[in-house]
Nanobody
Framework: QVHLVESGGGLVQAGGSLRLSCVAS????????MGWFRQAPGKEREFVAA????????YYADSVKGRFAISRDNAKNTVYLQMNSLKPEDTAVYYC????????????????WGQGTQVTVSS
């Protein structure tokens, strides 16, 4: 079992930037495929970005391509989400997720989830 803790959320004006962090503990982190998801009020949770264990493979939702960047530092057991050019529609609770099953990035069936961090973008 992996314990995930997100941080870095907050209130930012449209056009601004935030960097979210997700620290993992509990087992070898470098095997885990990691993802970021978000859920806005009244909406279903949606995929944002994912990264392979090595960091070589990355996926992004079309809505964030070119604005967000996912990365990881396996030495620090941490995955990041750099969010630039933020828009009011990016407002949501952002969740970190992880799984050590090969193909988790493709199936979206993540085993472990963090508690979420709120991101609010004002217009």
């Amino acid at each position: 079992q992996v314990h995930l803790v997100e941080s870095g959320g907050g209130l930012v004006q449209a056009g601004g930037s935030l960097r979210l962090s997700c620290v993992a503990s509990g087992r070898t982190f470098s095997r885990d495929e990691m993802g970021w998801f978000r859920q806005a009020p009244g909406k279903e949770r949606e995929f944002v970005a994912a990264i392979s264990g090595s960091g070589a493979v990355k996926y992004y939702a079309d809505s964030v391509k070119g604005r967000f960047a996912i990365s990881r530092d396996n030495a620090k057991n941490t995955v990041y989400l750099q969010m630039n050019s933020l828009k009011p529609e990016d407002t949501a609770v952002y969740y970190c997720a992880g799984g050590d099953t090969t193909g988790t990035m493709t199936t979206g069936k993540y085993e472990n989830w963090g508690q979420g961090t709120q991101v609010t973008v004002s217009s």
